[in-house]
């Protein structure tokens, strides 16, 4: 297991298109989810899972997110009708409840760009 | 509802000189605080756990509740510790539980 792994890495797109980001946990991790982050910002919490059920969504996320994570193995983040605002890198991690540590194995992350 | 704040946005120490990295929180509950390090290029990772009250890289942090705060501390910065770092923490309570938060960062120059 090469740990948490997303894709695309790197995604341009124009205002108004939808795009869609997938992760991959760690395989026996339960816990994932998903944060933003611009420039000069720690990672903002937008959502996480508990195997396939999510458990919260951020209340500063638009309806244009959602998250999935159907079979409570990887998971899909996608943007409706994206704006130039939504350009950042989006964090996928992931953790075990079972190790009770409390760590998040992060990915390297995808990172948005809106024309 | 939970916050994490950290004052200093970039912080600029000589080698062999003492850090701390400040980190303050509100929450309700029972905290469970963090410190991920992010180094160049590289992914964040998991620094510390106040829980484990080990020290890592000769890092140290300790919880005060009664100040709210989480400082990371080490006695002689190293030039390899120059990196982002996040505090983090994560909720315990019957709602949110399991949720992680983190602060803006703090980006640490070791100047040599």
């Known amino acids: 297991d090469t740990g948490v792994s997303q894709d695309p890495r790197h995604k341009i797109t124009k205002r108004g298109q939808n795009v869609t980001f997938r992760c991959d946990p760690i395989?026996?991790?339960?816990?994932l989810y998903w944060y933003r982050q611009t420039l000069g910002q720690g990672p903002e919490f937008l959502t996480y899972?508990?195997?396939?059920?999510?458990?919260?969504k951020s209340r500063l996320l638009s309806d244009r997110f959602s998250a999935e994570r159907p079979k409570g193995s990887f998971s899909t983040l996608e943007i409706q009708r994206t704006e130039q605002g939504d350009s950042a890198m989006y964090l996928c991690?992931?953790?075990?409840?079972?190790?009770?540590?409390?760590?998040?194995?992060f990915g390297e992350g995808s990172r948005l760009t809106v024309l | 509802a939970q916050r994490v704040t950290q004052p200093e946005k970039l912080l600029s120490v000589f080698k062999g000189a003492p850090v701390e990295l400040k980190c303050n929180y509100s929450?309700?509950?029972?905290?469970?605080l963090f410190w991920y390090v992010q180094y160049s290029r590289q992914r964040l990772q998991l620094l510390l756990r106040?829980?484990s009250r080990e020290s890592i890289k000769g890092f140290t942090a300790d919880l005060n509740k009664g100040e709210t705060s989480f400082h990371l501390k080490k006695p002689f910065a190293q030039e390899e510790d120059s990196a982002m770092y996040y505090c983090?923490?994560?909720?315990?309570?019957?709602?949110?539980?399991?949720?992680?938060?983190f602060g803006p960062g703090t980006s640490l120059s070791v100047i040599p």
């Open positions: 983090a923490l994560r909720s315990s309570g019957k709602t949110s539980y399991d949720k992680v938060i």
């Open positions: 991690a992931s953790s075990s409840l079972e190790r009770l540590t409390g760590e998040l194995f």
């Open positions: 929450y309700s509950g029972s905290p469970e």
């Open positions: 106040h829980i």
């Open positions: 395989s026996e991790h339960n816990r």
């Open positions: 899972f508990q195997n396939e059920a999510q458990l919260e």
